[in-house]
């Protein structure tokens, strides 16, 4: 029996190509429309928002431990937050959750190892790209990391809440990673996270100008792994 998956939801989007990927892609371990048992629970995002808006990740991380109790009680095994910023939350609560968790960040720096990269661009939101969840988990694999710099961070954190978790896909928007992608090659970078579970819905290795690391895939996929293990 494949273990349960619980997500640990935040925006929509993102939470949905999360849980697709697990259904979908299920069946390569377990037969035609095979998939793991999965729950999904999620606040609102505006509650959410409010919180990273006045910097209280204590208060994040309390929504994230709701969400965990719910799942637990629905009968997951682990879980899983596919919303990279909110895993700024996590050591708040990691000791108190009733069931253990796989982290994103992790997931995504062990792929860029297996794959031979050496030095990661990061983009995401402007809450994830200036905090250490990447940094932090890069430099204990050995890998280096840039961030875009702070015009592109605003510009990029308002693509992603203001179009991308609004399921909002401009060319615009494309052309924007494009260029924050392509200065990150110029300045020594060899792939790209995509570290806002949103991002892979416009850009992927077709359009990048970067191979692109996929955490929403990665972690589902991940999850998979767990789930048969």
Known sequence: MAQHIGIVACSAEGAALCYRTICVEGSEFLGTHGHPEVSLHTHSLADYVACIERDDWP??????????HKLAKAGAEFLICPDN??????????????????????????????RGFK?????????????????????ARGLTYLRPDEDERNEINR?????????????????????VIGRLKAKGCDAVVLGCTEIPLIMNDANSPLPTLDSTRLLARAALRKAIA
């Open 59 to 68: 208060g994040v991380g309390e929504l994230m431990l709701s969400s965990a």
């Open 159 to 179: 693509i992603i809440m203001d179009e991308l978790v609004c399921s909002v896909f401009k060319p615009e928007a494309i052309a924007t990673f494009q260029r």
């Open 119 to 139: 030095r990661i661009g990061l983009t995401g939101t402007k809450w994830l790209v200036e905090s250490e969840v990447y940094p932090e988990k890069l430099t």
């Open 85 to 114: 910023t909110i895993h700024q939350a996590l050591p708040f609560v990691e000791a108190r959750s009733p069931l253990p968790w796989l982290h994103i960040a992790e997931v995504v720096a062990a792929h860029a190892v297996e």
